[in-house]
């Protein structure tokens, strides 16, 4: 009888002790989650390349270049998702989170030359266009986020998935030409705007730590590859005239980027639900 009440007690105490072992293998961040950060924002835009006709007026070509550039700021990122758990130490979510502030360039300077047989700019002339932005808005990620459990209450993850941005090509607001011996005029431009969605793909990696009931801090890097941007305008602009033209002529413009890249380094509070 001693023998058998030593061995009831002894599998209670090895159950007892194996649910406590499962109670505290639980991850907190089991089920849904909300979240807001900030942090910076790094947008990579790639050298500008392009073309410029002038209808019906021939040998009126010309080639449009441009430099690289990097800009950003302070972004607001709002996101949700939800962990499904896979074993004790390891879950798989899905998330989604929006990008709820815009960045915009500093102005993009790029030149007009002569294309191959064109004679529309002046030997020793150049052509600066002025003005022209690029604005990055309603970034939206899609990804799934397998994570590591180091605890109950920390967390590990990696985020694989689908991003979209709006890139809204700003055109310039002024033409600059500068003849050979450096004499500059500046005449104002048409402008306007375009606006495309560039698709791409999201790769991440983040850190979440319980502060206090269901209440977490994170930090989280990502970055995002998209499509390269191109754009196409045509109109009639005065300032963007042939020489010895007798009228203002039709001109068809088409301006691409190399690239376009963004990196994230963020940090937020969160609840795990």
Not at 42 to 62: C, E, F, I, M, R
Not at 186 to 204: A, D, E, F, R
Not at 216 to 242: H, K, L, Q
Not at 253 to 273: E, K, M, R, W
Request: proline share 3%; net charge positive.
């Amino acid at each position: 009888m001693i023998s058998r009440n030593s061995f009831v007690v002894l599998v209670g105490a090895m159950t007892a002790c194996l649910l406590t072992t499962n109670v505290q293998a639980q991850s907190a961040f089991a089920g849904f989650y909300g979240q807001i950060s900030t942090g910076y924002e790094s947008n990579q835009l790639g050298s500008v390349s392009g073309s410029s006709n002038a209808t019906p007026y021939a040998k009126s070509d010309s080639v449009i270049t441009g430099s690289s550039q990097t800009f950003g700021g302070a972004p607001l990122v709002l996101g949700a998702g939800y962990y499904w758990k896979a074993n004790d130490k390891w879950l798989i979510g899905l998330g989604a989170d929006y990008s709820a502030l815009s960045q915009t360039s500093s102005t993009i300077p790029f030149n007009r030359s002569n294309a191959a047989g064109s004679t529309a700019i002046p030997a020793g002339e150049t052509l600066t266009n002025n003005g022209t932005t690029l604005q990055l808005s309603n970034r939206f990620n899609l990804f799934l986020t397998p994570a590591y459990a180091i605890d109950k209450d920390k967390l590990v993850y990696l985020k694989a998935g689908y991003s979209q941005v709006t890139a809204q090509y700003n055109r310039g607001t002024s033409l600059t030409r500068t003849t050979a011996n450096g004499v500059s005029t500046t005449s104002p431009t048409v402008g306007g705007s375009q606006s495309s969605n560039q698709g791409g793909y999201l790769i991440g990696l983040g850190y979440k730590q319980i502060i206090t009931s269901g209440m977490y801090g994170f930090i989280e890097g990502n970055y995002m590859s998209y499509t390269a941007p191109s754009y196409s305008f045509t109109g009639n602009n005065g300032a963007d005239r042939v020489y010895s033209a007798t009228t203002i002529p039709t001109r068809s413009v088409t301006t691409s980027f190399a690239s376009l890249n963004a990196f994230q380094a963020l940090i937020g509070l969160g609840y795990a639900f």
